[in-house]
């Protein structure tokens, strides 16, 4: 496992460069399901519940963290890549905070790991796969779908006017 995660983060500086870091303008969800407490008897993990949190914005992440404090290499690699895309506005979950929430996302996805990226309400897969797409441009192509411009594309009409 340490071996891919040194090429993730070898794959990452390529990706970024010297592109400063930007903050994460959007406030981590405080309300609902996100931050229930460990102890709490909600049911945070039901599918009825993840199913309302992934469909209540285009993204959203479930993650270990927060996006301006990811507890794990692969959230911060998720988090990096939609910075990299100029993607802000989107909806982050900290499954640290609320261990019904983390199983019960991997439930809802049938994916046994975390991060997990949803777009449109769709399960994309985890920071590989995201990894994935954004080097093969289908990430540019699929916030596209969602109206949202990338901000690499304005990046690259910046250096082709050079």
């Known amino acids: 496992m ?11 500086r390529m990706l970024g460069g010297s592109q ?7 406030p981590l969800s ?8 460990e102890g709490d008897s909600s049911n945070s993990g039901s599918k009825e ?5 992934v469909r209540a914005h285009p993204v959203v992440v479930f993650m270990k963290g927060s996006p301006d404090q990811p507890q794990c290499g ?17 909806r982050a979950y900290d499954v640290l905070q609320d ?6 996302i991997k439930n809802y996805s049938n994916w046994p790991t975390i991060p997990q990226v949803f777009l449109n309400g769709e399960f ?16 540019v192509e ?21």
């Open 2 to 12: 340490s071996g891919s995660f040194c090429r993730l983060v070898a794959s990452l």
């Open 20 to 26: 400063p870091w930007r903050p994460f303008v959007r």
């Open 30 to 37: 405080q309300g609902g399901v996100g931050s229930s407490n």
């Open 49 to 53: 519940a993840v199913e309302q949190l």
């Open 74 to 90: 692969f959230s911060n690699a998720v988090v990096q890549i939609l910075r990299l895309h100029g993607v802000n506005d989107y």
């Open 99 to 104: 261990s019904k929430l983390r199983q019960g």
């Open 124 to 139: 994309v897969g985890g920071c590989d796969i995201l990894l994935q797409m954004h080097q093969s441009g289908d990430l």
């Open 142 to 162: 699929e916030l596209k779908k969602l109206g949202i411009r990338s901000a690499l594309l304005d990046s690259e009409n910046d250096r082709g006017k050079k």
